[in-house]
């Protein structure tokens, strides 16, 4: 079965530009978190989607945005980008009908470096 | 302001022998901790969570007991294997919580299991 799948791998962006990160969740998932981990940090949670509906946002700026498709596969953006943007994006799926409790399983990650 | 502290950045383990993995929190509302391990160029893997109605929970080789009134876990591995060196982070949240958007991780611990 195929896990969580995350596009791209590595990206490099100058600062200013905007970028948008894509996210498939496994098969029969219809919940999708974003996190951000920067270098030496735990992940820190962006947003979650839920039947293509928000459930949840961190404390992040609103050059962040994220939406969900009806696919379950979602996308992050982020706009006018910050050298502290660059770090490891992780998405996680979970089934979505246990709240917190649900496990979640996550993609290997992108990897943003911004110059 | 660090609410989940792993405070080991790393530790290192001989083959067959205990390792323990700890995790301080500060806000008392928590009251949901799980244990992700993580190797290099893949996401977290959730292994074991526990809530405060516990103070122990096992599942295999892994256990976590959780200590309310220190407002302290730890993650026991016994016996330690070379396939289990990772970085492992400790989480936490509120049960009540619907969402994921108040969980927070720790910074993490490596763990190197030689052979």
């Known amino acids: 079965d195929a896990g969580v799948t995350q596009s791209p791998t590595h990206l490099i962006k100058t600062r200013g530009q905007h970028v948008t990160l894509r996210c498939s969740p496994i098969s029969g998932h219809k919940s999708v978190s974003w996190y951000q981990q920067v270098l030496g940090q735990g992940p820190q949670f962006i947003f979650q989607?839920?039947?293509?509906?928000?459930?949840g946002r961190g404390n992040f700026p609103d050059r962040f945005s994220a939406r969900q498709f009806p696919n379950y596969s979602s996308e992050l953006n982020v706009n006018a980008l910050l050298l502290g943007d660059s770090a490891l994006y992780l998405c996680?799926?979970?089934?979505?009908?246990?709240?917190?409790?649900?496990?979640?399983?996550f993609g290997p990650g992108t990897r943003l470096t911004v110059l | 302001d660090q609410q989940v502290k792993q405070n080991s950045p790393s530790l290192s383990v001989q083959e067959g022998r205990i390792s323990i993995l700890n995790c301080d929190y500060t806000?008392?509302?928590?009251?949901?901790f799980l244990w992700y391990k993580k190797y290099p160029a893949e996401g977290p893997t959730f292994l074991i969570s526990i809530s405060s109605i516990k103070d122990k929970n096992e599942d295999g080789r892994f256990t976590v007991f959780l200590n309310k009134s220190a407002k302290h876990l730890s993650l026991h591995i016994v016996p330690s294997q070379p396939g289990d060196s990772a970085v492992y982070f400790c989480a936490a949240n509120q049960i009540r919580e619907t969402s994921y958007d108040k969980v927070i991780f720790g910074p993490g611990t490596s763990l190197s299991v030689i052979p």
């Open positions: 989607y839920y039947e293509k509906e928000e459930r």
């Open positions: 806000n008392s509302m928590f009251d949901y």
């Open positions: 996680a799926s979970s089934l979505g009908v246990g709240g917190f409790t649900d496990t979640q399983y």
